[in-house]
C-alpha cells in the first residue's frame, strides 16, 4: 500500500486548508484512514479518522474545526482544516490499516508540512 499525500503549506492564523492522501497497490484490507501530527518536539498525535462506513473520530483539539471525509471511489481521504491556530503547525501524516481501532496502521504516507504563522 502507498499513500501520497498533498495540500500543506502556509497559512495564516484563521485560515483553511485540505488535505488530500491517495491510496494505491494492494487496498484491500484498508478499510480506515486517519491523519497524524507531529509538531516540533512533541509525540505523533491522531488527528483524525474515518473507517470505510464513514465513522469518524477527532481529537478534542479539532473537534469543530477539522472535517475528514473520503471518496472510496478514489481510495483518497480529506482532511478539511479550517479556523487554523498556530499550535496546529506540525507535519501531517496519513496512515492507514484494517480498522479504526487498529489505527495507526501499518502504512504511511510522507509527511506534509502545515505551518500556521502571521
Known amino acids: 500500500v502507498q499513500l501520497q499525500a498533498s495540500g500543506g503549506g502556509l497559512v495564516q492564523p484563521g485560515g483553511s486548508l485540505r488535505l488530500s492522501c491517495a491510496a494505491s497497490g494492494s487496498i484491500f484490507d484498508i478499510n480506515a484512514m486517519g491523519w497524524y501530527r507531529q509538531a516540533p518536539g512533541k509525540q505523533r498525535e491522531l488527528v483524525a479518522a474515518i473507517n470505510i462506513g464513514g465513522n469518524t473520530n477527532y481529537a478534542d483539539s479539532v473537534k469543530g474545526r477539522f472535517t475528514i471525509s473520503r471518496d472510496n471511489a478514489k481510495n483518497t481521504v480529506y482532511l478539511q482544516m479550517n479556523s487554523l491556530k498556530p499550535e496546529d503547525t506540525a507535519v501531517y501524516y496519513c496512515?492507514?490499516?484494517?480498522?479504526?481501532?487498529?489505527?495507526?496502521?501499518?502504512?504511511w504516507g510522507q509527511g506534509t508540512l502545515v505551518t500556521v504563522s502571521s
Open positions: 496512515n492507514a490499516g484494517p480498522a479504526m481501532y487498529l489505527l495507526p496502521g501499518d502504512f
